[in-house]
């Protein structure tokens, strides 16, 4: 299996809130880039990587308004990519998210995080990566509110096999 990540930067930008390609000539978030360029170029690279799965880095965000998932989806599709499935992580606010593109007829993933969900109040064990952890960090004998703001992608993955992560 060939799995890789690539951390696209400003890919966000490159997507209107509906999840689709700004594939113009309007200027990227990179120097002196077009959208058009820019999408273009990241077409070739990603069919060129062909890969069963990557793990995309700074990945169009997911919000109430927004679907990550949705937008390299439609990446995807408009480069014809094996890799046309998408699963997202926890949002968060940093518009970096970690999403995994992935080929269907290869593998399956779901966002299979581990631990248990913590309130806003937080819990002094290790909470899921959207939760909230109680910790001392300046020794004041008052746990500050700590939260991740980017937190890792974690997936089960099966295989077209039957093989599957633990």
């Known amino acids: 299996m060939r799995i890789g990540t690539y951390n696209v930067e400003w890919f966000d930008r490159l997507f209107d809130n509906n999840g689709d390609l700004i594939d113009d000539g309007s200027w990227s978030a990179r120097w002196d880039v077009t959208k058009a360029e820019q999408t273009a170029a990241l077409g070739h690279v990603f069919n060129a990587m062909d890969l069963d799965a990557v793990v995309v880095i700074e990945a169009p965000d997911s919000?109430?308004?927004?679907?990550?998932?949705?937008?390299?989806?439609?990446?995807?599709?408009?480069?014809?990519?094996?890799?046309?499935?998408?699963?997202?992580?926890?949002?968060?606010?940093?518009?970096?998210?970690?999403?995994?593109?992935?080929?269907?007829?290869?593998?399956?993933?779901?966002?299979?995080?581990?631990?248990?969900?913590?309130?806003?109040?937080?819990?002094?064990?290790?909470?899921?990566?959207?939760?909230?952890?109680?910790?001392?960090?300046?020794t004041d004998a008052a746990p500050e509110l700590i939260t991740w703001s980017k937190p890792p992608l974690e997936v089960a993955l099966k295989t077209a096999t039957g093989a599957q992560s633990g």
């Open 63 to 138: 919000s109430r308004k927004r679907d990550g998932a949705v937008a390299l989806e439609n990446f995807a599709a408009r480069f014809n990519l094996r890799t046309r499935k998408a699963v997202v992580g926890f949002e968060n606010n940093t518009q970096q998210e970690i999403a995994l593109l992935y080929d269907p007829d290869v593998v399956s993933a779901v966002h299979d995080p581990i631990g248990e969900p913590t309130g806003k109040k937080g819990s002094s064990k290790a909470p899921r990566f959207d939760g909230v952890f109680r910790i001392d960090v300046n």
